[in-house]
Structures are given as structure tokens and as C-alpha cells.
């Protein structure tokens, strides 16, 4: 009875956002000069949006595996169909959306800090996006998704990489990151190990000598001096060797890798703790956020500053932080959704508490990705930080 009622919910929501969105428009008309000017094309009231949306017809996409949802009631909602193109790590978010062959993109901090710096994307009109006000309001005006206080596109989730092993391997009491970077844990679990193959992970060892060796002075593991760069860089070429494998974006060589044995402990999405412990018959593992706090994601929806089709991205924008949509993908990929409206619509009623939706001191240690700058933000002007260049090519030294 309860899932009828949810999936009656999310069709009868969704095929009443062009109304709510009328309605709203008669509130919102006008050109105030604001964001949405600065893009070609784009209506300049949600009526207007409306109107143009159902002429481009379509909307093309960059995402994170899984993350566009209900996209037939979207098309049918608004006349706009959802095209997508996967991206498996933040570079080829970027790489993707330099092409021009598409509207918007979903950003994690690590590619949007970059992506509003170049000038890719563009900010947004909140007015012109009614599901905004919805949105949880530590979430918005963050780093990662605004610039010079405007807003970079909508907050899409939230999630933690997780520290996951098979209980049959290691001991289930595990609480530690010690698990993969100390000298016996790693000779334990050597060729077994599973690790993020991105630059961005350098920021995981950071973040452990952080709590383990403070005399380093590590705040923030995205903003690393030479002395913590380098010591970060050396934990992690000690860690190679035992590394069995380092998994790419889309998830499916880990997933594999976990439910045959090959590997028994490392880093991980909360998708893959959903996947293998929802497969038949489900993978025993374990997935936690450690004692030393971990990194984590905070993703966004930006639109494309020459975008060909502006206004079916605005609409989109709009559905993919809407209670439905919301509601979809955080069970589907497994992460905290920011329209808490959605906690009333996930299959599991329980959803947003297992994953800490509304406990904001759960993420106090989850330290979301962004993109490494010279700029340590600190009072000593004579203090530089390594840069996004700098994580890429040491990146390069430490895979061989």
C-alpha cells in the first residue's frame, strides 16, 4: 500500500510541475538584469521558460552514473527529453561539458570550483528555479557552488567515500582509515586493497596523517603546503604496491571485485555498499565513515553558459532537486538528499536517518571535494598551497 501511494505520489507530483511552475511565473516575470540575462536564449520569466522549453524539446546532460531520474514524467511534464552522457571522474565531467555538446552538467567541488572559475557555467536565477527555497540552506552558498555570492546551479546530494570491507576478511569492529595506510594492515591485506583512482584521493591520506600525525598541521586536506603535500605524497606511494586495484568512476569494476573476493577492503560510494548488499544473494560487507572522519561529495547541477537548449536545462535543474526526483536518487545511489520534502517518499521510511539527512554534526568531519588552489586562505600571504596541477602530476608518480 505505502509503495502504490509513493509511486502515485512521485507521477501525480511530477505531471503537475509545468501548473506549479505557471503559477509561480505570474510572481517571477520580468528582466531584473540578474543571472539568467547573462544566457542566451533563456526566458526571463517561468512562463516564458516554459514556452521555450517545449521548442528545444530536449535537454543533453553530463552526469554521475545514475543520478538523472524520472526522466520520462520530466519529458512528459514539460516536452523536454533527458539525453545523458556518463562521466566517470570529475575530469571528464569537465572535458565533457568543454565540448559544447551539452546543456548542463552534474559537479562535483572538484570540477565546479574549476568550472566557475573558466567561466563553462553560469550562475542562476533562484527565482527562475521554485524548488530552490526547498533546498537545505547550509547546503547552498557554499565554495563549491557559488561565486562571489551567486549561486552556481542546485545542489544535487550529498554523500560520504566511505571506508567498506568484506566481514569475512577483516574484523568487523574496524573503525580505522589504519586499515589501508599502516605497515602491518597493509602486508595483511596486500593485493586485496581497493582505491579511487583519481588525484583527488591524496586528500584521503591527508586527511589521515591529519588526525595521525598533527605535528604536520593539516586543516583542511584539499589545502596542502609542500611539507604536508609531500608527506601525503609519500604515504601513498608506500601504499602502491599493496593496492590490488584502483577502480575507476563507474563503480562496476569495485562492485565485481568485492563480490568475488579480489578485494576485501578500501574506499568506496555509498552505491556500491547499496549494490552489494542488495544483490542475490547480497555481499556481506560493511560500510562506515571512520574515527578519523573521511572525505566526501557534495554535487551540483550547472547549467552550461552557452547552453543550446538553456531553458529545458532550467526545468531540469528545477525536476532534479523537486521532492520526487530528490526521493529517487538518493535511495537509487545512495547518498542524503537536500529537499528533505523527499523523506517522505523514499521506499524506506528510514532513509534519510540511516543517511544522516538532517544531522548536520554527522558531516562536521566529512570534508567535501574541491579543487586544490596556491590560495591557502590563511592570514600568512608568504603560505602557498600545491595546486590541482601539482595533485595530478605527483597522481601520475605515485600510479607508476
Known sequence: MRERMRRQAVRTGLLALVGALAIV????????????????????????????????GQVNVVQWP????????????????VNTKDGGSSDDMISLIQTGEYDGVSASGNASVRLMATGEVAPIDPELVPNFADVQEGIKNQDYNSLDGEPYGVPHGRGPNYLMFRTADVPEETDTWGVIWEDDQLAKYKGKISIYDDSIFIADAALYLKATQPDLGIENPYMLNEEQFNAAVDLLKKQAPNVGEYWPGDAAKQIQSFTNGDSVVGTTWPYQYVQLTGADPPVAVKALKPKEGTTGWSDTWMIYSQAANPNCMYLWMNHMISPEAQAAVAEGFGEAPVNLKACDLTKNPNHCDEFHADDESWWEDVYYWTTPAEDCADDDDSTTCKTQEDWKTAWTEIRG
Open 25 to 56: 511565473a505570474a510572481g517571477c516575470g520580468g528582466d531584473d538584469g540578474g543571472s539568467s540575462a547573462s544566457i542566451e536564449g533563456l526566458g526571463s520569466s517561468l512562463e516564458e521558460i516554459q514556452e521555450k522549453a517545449r521548442e528545444e
Open 66 to 81: 545514475g543520478y538523472a531520474q524520472l526522466t520520462k514524467e520530466f519529458a512528459e511534464a514539460t516536452g523536454c527529453t
